[in-house]
């Protein structure tokens, strides 16, 4: 059974702090990693995507890959209210099948 | 169209009875994926169309799910002798072919409730 773990959370973090988030993954070949946000009763959208071992950044979202320890993250630096939502790990095998995990609840505190 | 589309946005229907999601995919786009979200869970991978290629239907839960993609764009996901358990958010997502970046949009889904 390929799988995606994240923990559930909640993570919550005061304004400005730095957010960060978990994933591993099970299936080794698994090429290209996502994460998207989803805030509640909406669809996903996506964040960052990496599929090279080290970093990746983005604006205030940092994706980070290590490959032999099958772990995948994301760091949020000065994080906002307005970051509050879910964020879903995602990784593809071999194409196009993608694997998410349950997602984990992100409060950021005004 | 500017986005992924689905139709309707929700549907309530009696056990036992078959439901039609409807989903147009982004212009374009030669992938096409549909999900199944149930309350507060991660998005559980139904379906893939890829271009002309045989779609990869292994995480249909069962014989009564079955899918379709009409002329490479029009998907309908068709759920026969629906169960309450089959209540949950179907959303469908398209994708562009970039390798290893293959970013999908997804679309507002459709809600789904058997009683």
């Known amino acids: 059974q390929k799988e995606v773990e994240q923990n559930s959370g909640p993570l919550s973090v005061p304004e400005g702090a730095i957010a960060s988030l978990n994933c591993t993954y099970s299936?080794?070949?698994?090429?290209?990693f996502f994460w998207y946000r989803q805030y509640s009763g909406k669809s996903p959208e996506l964040i960052m995507f990496?599929?090279?071992?080290g970093d990746k950044e983005d604006g205030r979202f940092t994706a980070q890959l290590n490959k032999a320890s099958q772990y995948v993250s994301l760091l949020i630096r000065d994080s906002q209210p307005s970051d509050s939502a879910t964020y879903l790990c995602?990784?593809?095998?071999?194409?196009?099948?993608?694997?998410f995990g349950a997602g984990t609840r992100l409060f950021v505190k005004a | 169209g500017a986005g992924v589309s689905q139709s309707p946005s929700n549907k309530v229907t009696e056990k036992g009875k078959d439901v039609e999601l409807r989903c147009d995919p982004i212009s374009g786009h030669t992938a096409l994926y549909w999900y199944r979200q149930s309350l507060g869970q991660g998005l559980e991978f139904l379906i893939y169309f890829q271009g002309n290629s045989a779609p990869d239907k292994s995480g249909l839960p069962s014989d009564r799910f079955s899918a379709e993609r009409t002329g490479g764009s029009v998907s309908t996901l068709t759920i026969q002798r629906t169960q309450q358990e089959d209540s949950a958010v179907y959303l469908c997502a398209s994708s562009v072919d970039r390798g290893l970046g293959n970013i999908q949009y997804f679309g507002a889904g459709t809600r789904l409730s058997v009683l």
């Open positions: 995602a990784a593809t095998t071999g194409g196009f099948k993608t694997i």
């Open positions: 299936d080794r070949g698994s090429q290209s």
């Open positions: 990496i599929y090279s071992n």
